[in-house]
């Protein structure tokens, strides 16, 4: 036999999870469905020859991007006057 | 992993326009067709705010999810590009996005609409890198030549940054530390240096 007390036990456990189910964090932005691209392909940036584009300036790796990241990363530093003034 | 990023400082731009020149020159940009444009909220008023605007090559890109024929692709680093061989001119993709990057070059006596062109982020679209095909139809490639946009790397009073998320963001912080914030980035000592003697009087008359 289920005494009284369990029953309220239960039924505040119930009431419990209930109220915390609210503090759920859901989803709340729309998740697109991607369309599948249809074009051509394209080459990336670092599958170049550095030394082939006539007004390249950075020095990377060919296919290294992460050379290739790093060149532009420092040349961002140009876009940054308290690194190029102090 | 980068992810190509623009970030404009209203409290720099100056609202000179250079941006969008710089891009018009770069990518020989139709006429009509503006990449690129400087927004300025309150013109003319003590205070004014202009900002540069441009396609923000976003993570969730609107125009990627509307477009009927699927033009769009996100490259490696971040960089929303499209196939113009496929564009069909609907415009959905002017309608989804937010900051009315897309544009369409009106040519013909009816206004038709020709096919999508928008910011690059100076990186061409799906033709050879650096060739004349792609340069026609994208216009320069300058990330394949291992520069940044030329919008942002001729700002003169370097409010419009590009470049790697993480990099411009720092860039952006130490700046915004520096000068601080709201009413500090007004007036005479922001503009030309804290004056020697702080405490000296200016004479009778004089204008600051």
């Known amino acids: 036999m289920i005494s009284a007390r369990k029953l309220v036990f239960a039924g505040a456990a119930l009431v419990a ?7 759920g964090e859901n989803e709340q932005v729309i998740v ?10 394209d ?12 007004y390249t300036t950075s020095k990377w790796t060919k296919g290294d991007k992460s050379s290739w990241e790093a060149a532009l990363r420092s040349r961002n530093q140009n ?3 308290y690194a190029r003034v102090e | 992993m980068a992810r190509m990023k623009f970030l404009c400082d209203a409290e720099r731009c100056i609202e000179c326009n250079g941006c969008v020149t710089a891009c018009k020159q770069e990518n020989e940009v139709p006429w009509g067709v503006n990449r690129r444009r400087v927004v300025t909220l309150n013109d003319g008023v003590p205070g ?49 996005c937010p900051f009315g990057a897309p544009q369409f070059p009106q040519a013909g006596a009816f206004g038709m609409r020709g096919k999508m062109d928008k910011c690059t982020f100076c990186a061409g679209g799906p033709e050879k890198d650096n060739s004349k095909e792609e340069f026609a139809k994208y216009g320069s490639n300058r990330l394949a030549q291992g520069k940044l946009p030329a919008c942002a790397e001729m700002c003169s009073t ?7 998320g993480d990099v411009i963001a720092d860039i952006f912080r130490a700046r915004a530390l520096k ?26 008359g004089a204008k600051s």
């Open chain 2, 158 to 164: 370097k409010a419009l940054l590009g470049g790697d």
């Open chain 1, 17 to 23: 999870v209930a109220a915390l189910a609210g503090c």
């Open chain 2, 48 to 96: 004014e705010k202009s900002i540069s605007v441009a396609c923000m090559h976003c993570s969730d890109a609107p125009c990627m999810a509307v477009c009927p024929v699927d033009v769009f692709y996100r490259t490696e680093e971040g960089v929303v590009l499209h196939d113009k061989d496929l564009c069909i001119g609907c415009g959905y993709c002017f309608y989804a």
């Open chain 2, 179 to 204: 000068r601080g914030k709201g009413a500090e980035v007004w007036g005479w000592g922001t503009a030309y240096g804290k004056p020697d003697n702080p405490r000296q009087q200016a004479p009778k």
């Open chain 1, 43 to 54: 080459t990336r940036p670092w599958e170049n020859d550095p030394g082939a584009g006539l």
């Open chain 1, 32 to 41: 697109y469905q991607q369309g599948k691209y249809q074009g051509k392909p």
């Open chain 1, 79 to 81: 876009q940054n006057e």
